[in-house]
């Protein structure tokens, strides 16, 4: 089966998160892992421990099937580099099992801004989803140049190869933004119907994020 890891620092999780992750389980019959940051390098540290936001993270996909929750950036410490976590899943699944990168268009055309970024279409498939803004027909010279020639447009191909493919997931459009969400948290607005309910109660049981 395709596994797909999807990272990020979840600070805190929101329903735009779960509907990609269940978006990628549905069209491409993979399990998806997400993997909490421990230590973001292209951003500032989180607003909650780790230890909360995996929690938040666990309680948001409970009984989500295809879905798991994968700890081993927050018990690995230091930078949170991708690279790394792609090493890791592919020295445990064996170099012949389907693994890929779930991550959204703005962060696809980023990648040239990460540690060892051009390692990283050796080690897994890159699974981009559409994120309106974030355009894909004009990307940064480095990135068109490592990407040419690798893109897949059926999903079967992914399941076909251990690594090596860019697949773009159409995946809905989900404008809910970790940022927004603790801005109307700071400041008394409307959060509540951006994260799933059990996620809702911890913030509030936990008076996170100022709540």
């Not at 989500?64 to 890791?88: F, I, M, Q």
């Not at 697949?167 to 801005?183: C, M, N």
């Amino acid at each position: 089966m395709l596994s797909l890891f999807y990272g990020g620092t979840f600070d805190p999780v929101h329903l735009g998160h779960v509907a990609l992750a269940r978006a990628a389980v549905a069209s491409l019959r993979a399990e998806v892992r997400l993997v909490p940051a421990a230590n973001p390098p292209h951003r500032d540290l989180p607003s909650a421990s780790a230890e909360h936001r995996a929690r938040m993270l666990s309680l948001a996909i409970a009984g989500e099937p295809g879905l798991c929750v994968d700890e081993r950036e927050l018990r690995r410490g230091g930078p949170s580099y991708s690279v790394l976590t792609a090493l890791e899943l592919r020295e445990q699944l064996g170099e012949h099992a389907p693994l890929g990168m779930l991550l959204g268009a703005d962060a696809f055309i980023g990648l040239p801004s990460w540690r060892l970024w051009r390692e990283l279409i050796a080690l897994v498939h890159l699974v981009v989803a559409v994120r309106p803004g974030y355009p894909l027909e004009q990307l940064p010279e480095p990135l068109a140049q490592m990407v040419e020639g690798h893109w897949s447009e059926r999903g079967e191909d992914l399941h076909r190869l251990p690594a090596g493919r860019v697949f773009v997931l159409s995946a809905g459009s989900y404008p809910q933004s970790s940022t927004q969400l603790r801005q109307r948290l700071r400041d008394g607005g409307n959060w509540q119907s951006m994260v799933p309910t059990a996620v809702a109660g911890y913030i509030r049981d936990n008076h996170l994020y100022g709540c």
